[in-house]
């Protein structure tokens, strides 16, 4: 039983990239499905599926670049976790490498990237950044 299955699909994304792996399970949750979602809009990721018997896990695949293939994800990493929430303001949300890689935040309408968010003039709870 994983209690934060934000930072345990972050960490399952990380150690597939570790292995050059193509594709990668992660537990099939509705936050997990909306970042998945956002991941493979954003060009992170190739596709993702819904995979399993009774529908219980969701397969990414993954995108790698170039002749050495290079993961697309440089870095992953949690920024509100259980015991600590962190919450910002449009006006505070931190723009990731000046605009290059995104920020997951949970906002009064979905789960939406920093520029929708600083778009929509919504601030909320900042999940992970992804660069």
């Known amino acids: ?5 934000i930072s345990d699909m972050l960490t399952r994304i990380r150690n597939a990239h570790l292995v ?16 998945s979602k956002i991941l493979e809009k954003e060009g992170f990721i190739e596709s ?5 018997n009774q529908n219980k896990q969701i397969q990414l695949y993954l995108k790698y670049k170039g002749r050495y293939q ?3 994800i440089t870095n992953l990493r949690r920024i509100s976790q259980p015991g600590i929430r962190v919450y910002a303001n449009h006006k505070e949300l931190p723009k990731i490498l000046g605009g ?4 997951i935040i949970s906002t009064s309408k979905g789960i939406m990237t920093d520029r929708e968010a600083r ?11 992804i660069w």
Do not use: A, F, W
């Not at 039983?1 to 299955?5: A, Y």
């Not at 290059?100 to 920020?103: K, Q």
């Open 100 to 103: 290059i890689g995104i920020m």
């Open 70 to 72: 290079k993961p697309c």
């Open 48 to 52: 993702e599926q819904v995979y399993g």
């Open 20 to 35: 050059k792996s193509k594709t990668v399970l992660i537990p099939n949750t509705q936050i997990n499905q909306k970042i």
């Open 1 to 5: 039983m994983v209690n934060d299955t």
């Open 119 to 129: 778009y929509h003039k919504l601030g909320g709870e900042l999940l992970c950044s």
